[in-house]
């Protein structure tokens, strides 16, 4: 130490302050690679990464549509939401769009939340019982662990990520444990993703379905499905995977979420008109917070009438040629080792996985060069499955697509030489 400058005689025996805590964590996180940041990336660079997989939100067709909704209502028509939607922000313009959107996913009923993570906690705290029985995927996304640690039911228990068997195994461990989850005294709710969030893959609900019907005869087992990374993107018309598989009438609940591919914001959940009941009163996340103003419901309609009218269906087709492209380019890398760069992809998925050690210095490498992709690191994932999430849209061109792959091939070699050097 400076002797000119001793340390000041508090600073050394003080207890940390909160800020010292704050900043220790914060170093923590940058120690293992891990330190969030927000970012703004150049308008010019080309988009790998964003949800808008149809690029709907620069479409031309989706601003016109939005726009004429705006300019259309009446002049004293609030664009304010004017509170939560069970005092003064509901109006027929929200209830006639979840009549709309409930349409056209064959539900009985929808019910708007102001987002999907809204949603998913709103039906995860409330809906279960004292008693009842949560069985989720390992890799379900955070809103639906948010919910659940709120919840009343008496246990949960993690599956194996899509894995039919492990589901099995859970289920039937717990039938033995507790008569009252075989005979149907408990409720027992599944929880999954139709499309997980990073790894892009599809849960094989179907297959979920026939274990659960086998293992709980009685009709207690209750399938809640997030769909947020399929709606517009897969089934017919983008209705999600549920629809595409036609076991609509089986799930409980369905989470559609309009944030990625709708280019929009908020959530529906599809359900019964009880169960919808049930949250108006129950979720308190519906309850405790301003609804979606006109403009919001206004753009939430225009997706939905793109939809609905066949309008996105060529978007879906492109976007399945340039997943078929991508994967095509990134099956002719030179990548060495599968230990230091892997593809992951799930066929037809806009999502692929770069899975590599040195997953921000590859991101950081195609940012560098135009293109933007994101390193997605724990605690987002699981440790040790730190990956480059690239993401494909609509309206990205094939010469993006070879551009991005020549700069993943570029790092691979400069990467390539630099470990021959240090041998
Ligand atoms: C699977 C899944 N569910 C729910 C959400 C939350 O949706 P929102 O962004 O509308 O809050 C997300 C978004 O990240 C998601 O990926």
């Given at each position: 130490m400076d002797p000119r400058f001793p340390r000041a005689k508090s600073s050394t025996t003080r207890p940390p302050t909160l800020i010292d805590s704050l900043t220790d964590a914060l170093a923590r996180r940058e120690t293992k690679s891990a330190r969030r940041r927000l970012t703004v990336l150049p308008q010019t660079a080309v988009d790998f990464s964003s949800n808008d997989f149809l690029s709907l939100s620069t479409s031309a067709a989706y601003r016109d549509r939005y726009l004429?909704?705006?300019?259309?209502?009446?002049?004293?028509?609030?664009f304010a939401s004017g509170g939560s939607r069970l005092l003064d922000g509901n109006s027929v313009y929200a209830e006639e769009l979840e009549k709309f959107v409930a349409a056209f996913h064959g539900a009985p009923t929808a019910l708007l939340f102001n987002s999907g993570f809204?949603?998913?906690v709103g039906v995860l705290s409330s809906i279960p019982q004292p008693g009842d029985l949560i069985l989720y995927d390992e890799l379900i996304h955070a809103s639906a662990h948010e919910g659940m640690r709120l919840s009343r039911a008496g246990s949960r228990k993690m599956f194996a990520h899509s894995s039919p068997s492990s589901l099995r195994d859970v289920l039937a461990s717990q039938i033995a444990a507790d008569m009252g989850v075989k005979d149907g005294t408990r409720n027992v709710f599944i929880v999954v993703e139709s499309i997980y969030s990073m790894d892009g893959d599809v849960a094989p609900i179907k297959a979920f379905v026939k274990a659960v019907d086998e293992l709980l005869p009685c009709g207690n087992g209750y399938f809640i499905v997030d769909e947020a990374h399929a709606t517009g993107v897969v089934g017919p018309r983008g209705a999600g995977v549920v629809q595409e598989l036609g076991i609509q009438d089986r799930m409980f609940i369905r989470v559609h979420t309009f944030g990625k591919a709708l280019a929009s914001h908020g959530a529906m959940?599809?359900?019964?008109?009880?169960?919808?009941?049930?949250?108006?009163?129950?979720?308190?996340?519906?309850?405790?917070?301003?609804?979606?103003?006109?403009?919001?419901?206004?753009?939430?309609?225009?997706?939905?009438?793109?939809?609905?009218?066949?309008?996105?269906e060529p978007l879906q087709r492109r976007l399945q040629q340039l997943i078929q492209h991508l994967r095509r380019q990134l099956d002719g890398l030179q990548a060495g080792p599968s230990t230091f760069f892997e593809v992951d992809h799930f066929p037809t998925s806009p999502i692929f996985s770069l899975r590599t050690s040195l997953p921000r210095q590859l991101a950081g490498f195609c940012q560098q060069h135009g293109f933007v992709v994101r390193a997605i690191m724990p605690p987002t994932i699981p440790d040790g499955k730190e990956r480059v999430r690239v993401c494909l849209h609509a309206g990205n061109t094939t010469e993006d697509i070879d551009g991005l792959v020549r700069m993943i091939q570029l790092w691979l070699n400069r990467h390539r030489a630099t470990r021959v050097a240090n041998l």
């Open positions: 004429a909704h705006l300019n259309h209502a009446p002049a004293s028509y609030p809204d949603a998913n959940v599809l359900c019964g008109s009880e169960t919808r009941d049930y949250l108006i009163n129950y979720a308190r996340s519906l309850i405790y917070t301003t609804a979606l103003g006109f403009p919001f419901l206004a753009s939430i309609r225009a997706s939905y009438e793109l939809l609905s009218s066949g309008d996105t």
